[in-house]
């Protein structure tokens, strides 16, 4: 059997139509694949970590400065009152950070200390615990011996500023009195009180003494009958 051209030009037409139809169905089957590997092996972006929201320590080095200066003007003895008064509000500043640092880490030392309370204390020489009991103690004491280390830092420099502190106020108080008894005598003053009383006898003594010799005489006596009621 022979097949005509016409025969022969559909069978051409027909085998390209199936070859278009089949090749697009195949690329999709090979890419989706990818994709979908492509879309696992990718991991979510990671969310930004929040801010430190820690208290920033003090400036220990620039405190100790201030601290030093501070003990030198009192040594010295010669600052003004003003500048006294400068320096101490100076010195109010950084005790008010100290008192906030006092408070770092708290929380977490406060849990730590109750957790090691749950633990009991370390076994006696030549007794013995179970393995992890002694790990989980060593490990929460360092963490906790970490966390006091700038609490106990803030309360030794909380003390110093307090103190240098009190000394002001005393240096600020003796001038003031000193200034206020300048200003000449007072009856506030009880090393006044003694001279003052001792002024007061000899005037009632001589007073007295005057009204005796004045009644001494006969004509004397005689007047201050007739002046009786």
Do not use: C, H
Request: proline residues 9%; aromatic residues 4%; glycine residues 4%.
């Amino acid at each position: 059997m022979t097949i005509g051209r016409p025969n022969l030009r559909a069978l051409l037409a027909l085998a390209a139509l199936l070859a278009a139809l089949t090749a697009p169905a195949a690329l999709p089957a090979q890419t989706a694949p990818a994709d979908s590997a492509t879309a696992t092996a990718t991991p979510p972006p990671t969310p930004a970590a929040p801010a430190d929201a820690a208290t920033a320590l003090p400036d220990y080095d620039a405190w100790t400065r201030v601290a030093e200066r501070a003990e030198q003007a009192l040594e010295a003895g010669r600052a003004s009152v003003p500048a006294l008064e400068t320096l101490r509000s100076e010195l109010v500043d950084w005790r008010a950070q100290f008192a906030t640092a006092r408070g770092a880490n708290k929380v977490r030392i406060n849990t730590l200390q109750t957790q090691l309370a749950a633990l009991g204390p370390a076994p006696a020489e030549g007794q013995t615990e179970p393995a992890v009991i002694t790990e989980q103690r060593n490990s929460m004491t360092a963490e906790l011996e970490e966390l006091q280390a700038p609490v106990r830092a803030a309360e030794v420099a909380y003390a110093r500023a307090n103190a240098l502190i009190a000394e002001i106020d005393t240096i600020i108080r003796a001038r003031q009195t000193d200034a206020l008894l300048s200003l000449g005598p007072t009856p506030l003053n009880p090393a006044l009180w003694t001279p003052a009383f001792d002024d007061l006898s000899l005037t009632f003594r001589l007073a007295w003494s005057g009204i005796l010799a004045s009644a001494s005489t006969e004509t004397q006596r005689a007047e201050l009958r007739a002046n009786l009621p």
